[in-house]
């Protein structure tokens, strides 16, 4: 089990869930794991009975790099630091850095050429990146975009280690490896620690997120703010989880396009109708079709492929008693590609989300943002990201797929395109 589920790890729930049904159990090494691939089994986890779990131990690992941020931290501490961070997510807020996108999506759009080939997730990786970078932290950071960039690669592939479920049972840490990652964090941390000064030395409110974090205070528990460590943490976190999502939902959202030219073209009417100008915020409710063709392409790719949690006491599911510590493993990969729920799962149809047809389905039959208290606090944020730069991309260009193969599938930290996306650029 071990080796099966190291090598191959997203074929091997897949396949088992397909012959074991809505629970899976197996071993690796002395954890007990159990998969859940019904939306009823995943709604109790994720909401109803959410007391019970924790995040996994393995998370102790992205500790190292994101400390006590969102993601990771547990219990009370966390519901603080939620409440904490939640204005800076406040809708009026999100249109706010809506601009922001745009901007950065011209910009990427203006330094295209006709028929260029391009390894398009790396376009993405950069775009969203750098969106992120200007919204959490404004303009100042963008001087020191590479070294950052850097620094969150090296970061990031200690992350891609650690953040999976069990990781620390199947991958141990070489020294040299050790020693890159804890110099790329002491970097990272620099920039960080001065980007806080900065702010702190101002005091005012520069509209970003960062700034947002250090005005917070608790006035529902204990009144107090943040400290610059849980700020930085909060920053990290937030960086790491807020742009190689997005990049990957917008990935695969390209590709699918390129291979259904009739879905594509009522893409481009819809964007069209904007009339050239450069879409605004407010524009995402004549952007409908837009917003079903990315949450079909999630359906299909979700960016988190999996979540788990760990039981804290003993509990019963679909009429089995699940030990306590157990692990509990949903995976959005399976259960959105689930033909009970979802027909015909392997097609591409942005159909499926009208809204009369998506209120048929069960909520968790289609959870790329999980739920639960833990619900991902960036939603609001990828849908306004996505559909943004989705809009203004294709006011100017599309893509054309040069692989002879479709892009296989990399379950990282995100669901990646394996090996990038090789596109073609072509002016519409
Ligand atoms: C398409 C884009 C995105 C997807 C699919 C996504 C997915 C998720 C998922 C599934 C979780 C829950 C993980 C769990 O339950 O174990 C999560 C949590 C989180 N996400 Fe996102 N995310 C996206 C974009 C963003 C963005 C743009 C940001 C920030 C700007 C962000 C910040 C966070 C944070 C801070 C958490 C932890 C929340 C908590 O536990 O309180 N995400 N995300």
Same mark, same amino acid.
Not at 302 to 321: Q, T
């Given at each position: ?9 997203l ?15 197996f071993?690796?090494? #002395? ?16 909401? &109803?009975?959410? %007391?019970?779990?924790? %995040? ?19 219990? $009370?501490? *966390? ?6 961070a939640?204005?800076?997510? *406040? ?8 601009? /922001? ?14 028929? +260029? /080939?391009v #390894?398009?997730? $790396? ?18 950071v ?6 950052? !960039?850097?620094?969150?690669? &090296?970061?990031?592939?200690a ?14 840490l ?31 409110? @520069? !509209? $970003? ?15 107090? =703010? ?6 930085? $943490? ?8 807020? *742009? ?15 291979? *259904? ?7 481009h ?5 904007l009339? =050239? ?36 006491n ?6 089995? /008693? ?12 399976? @259960? ?24 048929? +389905?069960?909520?968790f /039959? ?5 739920? =639960? ?24 260009w599309?893509?054309?797929f ?15 395109p394996? =090996? !990038? ?8």
């Amino acid at each position: 089990m071990l080796i099966e589920f190291a090598r191959r790890r997203l074929p091997f729930m897949v396949e088992s869930a397909k012959k074991y049904g809505d629970i899976v159990f197996f071993k690796v090494g #002395n954890e007990r794991i159990y998969l859940f691939n019904h939306p009823d089994l995943i709604r109790d986890v994720l909401v &109803t009975n959410q %007391k019970n779990f924790t %995040k996994s131990r393995a998370l102790d690992r992205a500790k190292r790099v994101l400390g006590e941020g969102l993601l990771t931290s547990e219990g $009370d501490f *966390h519901l603080r630091q939620r409440r904490l961070a939640q204005p800076a997510f *406040h809708r009026d807020r999100i249109a706010a850095y809506g601009r /922001s996108m745009v901007e950065y999506a011209d910009r990427a759009r203006s330094s295209w050429s006709d028929g +260029r /080939s391009v #390894n398009l997730h $790396d376009e993405m990786m950069r775009l969203t990146l750098a969106i992120v970078a200007k919204t959490l932290f404004s303009a100042d950071v963008e001087k020191e975009s590479t070294e950052i !960039g850097e620094a969150l690669t &090296t970061t990031f592939d200690a992350f891609n280690l650690g953040i999976l479920p069990f990781s620390e049972l199947l991958e141990k840490l070489p020294l040299p490896y050790i020693k890159r990652f804890e110099a790329a964090r002491a970097r990272l941390d620099k920039t960080i620690y001065r980007i806080i000064d900065e702010h702190r030395a101002t005091g005012e409110d @520069t !509209g $970003d997120l960062l700034s947002m974090l250090l005005l917070a205070q608790d006035t529902e528990g204990d009144g107090g =703010g943040m400290t610059d460590v849980q700020v930085r $943490d909060e920053a990290m976190t937030i960086f790491l989880a807020g *742009h190689e999502t997005t990049a990957n939902a917008l990935s695969w959202t390209w590709y699918l396009l390129s291979q *259904h030219p009739e879905i594509e073209s009522r893409f481009h009417r819809e964007v069209d109708a904007l009339g =050239g100008r450069l879409p605004r915020p407010e524009d995402l409710a004549r952007l409908p079709f837009t917003r079903m063709i990315l949450a079909e392409s999630m359906r299909l790719y979700p960016p988190a492929w999996a979540v788990g949690r760990r039981a804290i006491n003993e509990f019963v599911a679909g009429g089995y /008693s699940i030990p306590a510590r157990s692990m509990v493993l949903m995976s959005q990969y399976i @259960t959105h590609r689930d033909p009970r729920f979802h027909p015909d799962p392997e097609r591409f149809d942005p159909e499926r989300w009208l809204p009369e047809m998506a209120a048929m +389905r069960p909520k968790f /039959s289609y959870f790329p943002f999980g739920g =639960g208290t833990r619900v991902c606090i960036g939603e609001q944020f990828g849908w306004m990201e996505g559909i943004l730069i989705l809009a203004t991309i294709a006011q100017k260009w599309r893509f054309r797929f040069l692989g002879s193969a479709p892009p296989e599938v990399d379950p990282k930290i995100t669901l990646r395109p394996a =090996g !990038g996306l090789s596109m073609r650029i072509e002016r519409r």
